[in-house]
C-alpha cells in the first residue's frame, strides 16, 4: 500500500517539479531582467529542491521496476521492497555525496 501511494503522490510532484527546474534553467539567461534571472538562478541552485526532485525521481524509478517485476510474476513482495528501497537509498546517498563534492569544490 505505501509504495502505490509514493509512486501516485511522487509521480504528481515529478510532473509539477520537473518543469519548475526546466524553466528556471531556460530563465537564467534572461538578459532583459536581471532581477528575475538572478532569482531563477538562486531557485535552480537550491539544494533542498534538488536533492526533492533527485529523491522522488530516482524511488520512483525504483518502485517503477518493482512494480513490473511483480507484474510479471516475481514472486516475494516483501523482499523487492526491501531490496528497491535499499537501491533507491544508495543510489540516493550516492547523489547526495556528488552533490555535496561538487558544492565544496
Request: charged share 10%; aromatic share 12%.
Amino acid at each position: 500500500m505505501f509504495v502505490w501511494l509514493f509512486h501516485r503522490v511522487s509521480g504528481l510532484l515529478l510532473v509539477i517539479l520537473l518543469p519548475l527546474q526546466l524553466a528556471t534553467g531556460l530563465l537564467q539567461g534572461d538578459t532583459t531582467h536581471v532581477q528575475l534571472a538572478r532569482l531563477m538562478a538562486d531557485l535552480h541552485r537550491h539544494g533542498f529542491l534538488n536533492c526533492l526532485v533527485a529523491f522522488l525521481a530516482i524511488f520512483h524509478g525504483v518502485y517503477g521496476v518493482r512494480t513490473l517485476l511483480l507484474d510479471a510474476g516475481m514472486r516475494h513482495e516483501k523482499l523487492l521492497f526491501w531490496l528497491c528501497t535499499l537501491v533507491g537509498g544508495l543510489l540516493f546517498a550516492g547523489f547526495v555525496w556528488i552533490w555535496m563534492m561538487r558544492g565544496a569544490a
